[in-house]
Nanobody, 124 residues
Framework: QVQLVESGGGLVQAGGSLRLSCTAS????????LAWFRQAPGKEREFLSA????????FISYAVKGRFTSFRDNAKKAVYLQMNSLKPEDTALYYC?????????????????WGKGTQVTVSS
């Protein structure tokens, strides 16, 4: 089993920044593809980013590319999502997710392990 815990969410004004963290435990961290998703009320879960276990290549959704970046630190067993120039439309529950296969996927259904989420609220 893989356990994921997100942190770093909160309330921020439009134009501000937040860095979300996700720490993993339960199995070899480098085996995991790690991803970030978000879900707003009444909407489907939206893919944001993914990083394969032993690679440094980061895939970012075009919807947030240029504002959001993601990176991982295998020594700390953590993955981060840096969010800049936040907009009210970014308000959502943000999740980290993991899968065992090396190929990153953008569908939430491909990820077997999920954190409980951290709330990000952006005020106008």
């Amino acid at each position: 089993q893989v356990q994921l815990v997100e942190s770093g969410g909160g309330l921020v004004q439009a134009g501000g920044s937040l860095r979300l963290s996700c720490t993993a435990s339960g199995r070899t961290f480098s085996d995991l593809t790690l991803a970030w998703f978000r879900q707003a009320p009444g909407k489907e879960r939206e893919f944001l980013s993914a990083i394969p276990g032993n690679g440094n290549k980061t895939f970012i959704s075009y919807a947030v590319k240029g504002r959001f970046t993601s990176f991982r630190d295998n020594a700390k067993k953590a993955v981060y999502l840096q969010m800049n120039s936040l907009k009210p439309e970014d308000t959502a529950l943000y999740y980290c997710a993991a899968k065992l296969t090396a190929l990153p996927r953008i569908s939430a259904d491909e990820y077997a392990y999920w954190g409980k989420g951290t709330q990000v609220t952006v005020s106008s």
